[in-house]
């Protein structure tokens, strides 16, 4: 069993940052690969970034390429998404998601673990 809370949401004017991130129980936490998830209002939730292996392998939505920076730290249990240049369209709730395998989580049926859930909200 794996228990996720994420933190950092807020309000942000379009070009500012954030960094989000997600504290996990657990001490196989370096066992599972890691995503983050969105879902807007009337949306389904879609992939974010993933990360995932010893080495950090990382996999990106095309449009947060280059702007959204995903990274773990295996001794505090925690992944992060860093947020730069945000734009409105990225408004959401921003979900933490964990799955027991070997192979980067882009689909959200595949998560096994959820946080609750953090909201951004980028004013233009």
């Known amino acids: 069993q794996v228990q996720l809370v994420e933190s950092g949401g807020g309000l942000v004017q379009a070009g500012g940052s954030l960094r989000l991130s997600c504290a996990a129980s657990?001490?196989?936490?370096?066992?599972?690969?890691m995503g983050w998830f969105r879902q807007a209002p009337g949306k389904e939730r879609e992939f974010v970034a993933a990360?995932?292996?010893?080495?950090?392998?990382?996999d990106y939505l095309a449009s947060v390429k280059g702007r959204f920076t995903i990274s773990r730290d295996n001794a505090r249990n925690t992944v992060y998404l860093q947020m730069n240049s945000l734009r409105p369209e990225d408004t959401a709730v921003y979900y933490c998601?964990?799955?027991?395998?070997?192979?980067?989580?882009?689909?959200?049926?595949?998560?096994?673990?959820w946080g609750q859930g953090t909201q951004v909200t980028v004013s233009s």
């Open positions: 998601g964990a799955a027991q395998t070997r192979v980067f989580v882009t689909d959200a049926r595949h998560v096994d673990y």
């Open positions: 990360i995932v292996g010893s080495f950090g392998i990382t």
């Open positions: 657990g001490r196989t936490f370096s066992n599972y690969a």
